[in-house]
């Protein structure tokens, strides 16, 4: 058994969850999606042994690190995946933008569908690509794809569409039978599909992640899988990501654009932290979720028992809960102001997702159970 109840401090350690400016010393950071539990035993144990040789030069990655990933996403999500398929990159959302370079040229049009990660704009509108947003359909915290709106915002210069899976903010874990939808409409439009799915690891009980990649050979062609073992076990600031691509003219490209960049060397640590992650700390990675998985009950029923002011759903996956708070009469552009000095929380506010986030804040419950029932008494104190 291992002690998330415990938790870990974290004040002190240039954190950027803990130590930023606007994080007093009476406020509880719900906010960046990183953990506030030890991590798994077996990754410390692989990252001081590095730390133990007293020379830290410019190193490649072995067969052993490509031999844990590709054994991890057989054993773990039963998706099989060839060395030459898998790049480093040192984080995902770098991935992602060198596969928006790889799929597109500047003035394309590259599609994302709203609510959804803020750094996915970015990676549009950063490398002169042209955005294009599709809001989903939300009924009471519950996103749905909306496919026919999707599909009238496809143009001749549209290039790709980019899925987040999970999905973040809302927690969805989409279903075979969606993705299968989405996958139509883009392959109908032979547009490529750039698939951030980080927070695969994390997911509720009684649901399943799938790759979109594996629903077919077709399909698999046409995408960019973005992965890292960084949020299921904590490791963001290790800079460990693995992108995914299976067609060779593809593969190429985007090889080429890496390698521009100067970006695709890894850190001293980033082997010995994937395989003390993929090899080791599976058992770590179960209790893990059951942990979050009590977090996401207590603070869900919490609320819709105690708080009826406040519109919240269980997440499918990630450690990661949309609350509405339209019906508060906060005013959508004074909320995240209002819950870090009322509430003494910070929180992400909505609009970081995009427009139809107005009105909502994003909840980090990746903590000690202790931390979410302050933050649910502080709530229901200023909600009530």
Sequence with gaps: MYQFDKGIGRRGTNCVKWDAPFVGSDVTPMWIADMDFEIAPAI???????????????QFLSDKYYEAVISWMKRRHGLVVKREEIFYVPNVVLGMSFAVQAVSEPGDEIIIMTPVYGPFFKV?????RILSESPMKNDSGYYTMDLEDLESRITVKTKAVILCNPHNPSGRVWRKEELKAFADVCMKHGLYIISDDIHSEL??????????????????????????????????????????????????????????????????????ALLGAYNDSEEW????????????????????KEIPSLTVRKPEGTYLVWVDFRKTG???????????????????????????????????????????????????????
């Design 44 to 58: 410390t144990e692989n990252l001081m042994k590095i730390a133990g040789q007293g020379a830290f030069g410019y």
């Design 124 to 128: 549009v509108n950063d490398n002169g």
């Design 203 to 272: 997911i509720s009980e009684g649901y399943e992640h799938i790759f979109i990649s594996s629903l077919s050979k077709e399909i698999k062609k046409k995408c960019v899988i973005c992965t890292s073992p960084s949020k299921g076990f904590n490791l963001a600031g290790i800079h460990v990501a693995n992108c995914f691509i299976f067609d060779e003219a593809l593969q190429e490209k985007y090889a080429e654009i890496s390698e521009k960049s100067h970006a695709a060397e890894n850190n001293a640590f980033a082997e010995a």
């Design 285 to 304: 990675l179960k209790e893990l979720n059951q942990y979050i998985n009590g977090n996401l009950d207590y603070f869900v029923d919490y609320i819709q």
């Design 330 to 384: 906060v005013l959508p552009e004074e909320l995240h102001e209002y819950l870090l000095k009322e509430c003494r929380l910070a929180v992400n506010d909505g609009t970081f997702f995009g427009k139809p986030g107005s009105g909502y804040a994003r909840f980090n419950l990746a903590c000690p159970r202790a931390y979410v029932m302050g933050a649910l008494g502080q709530l229901k104190e200023k909600f009530t």
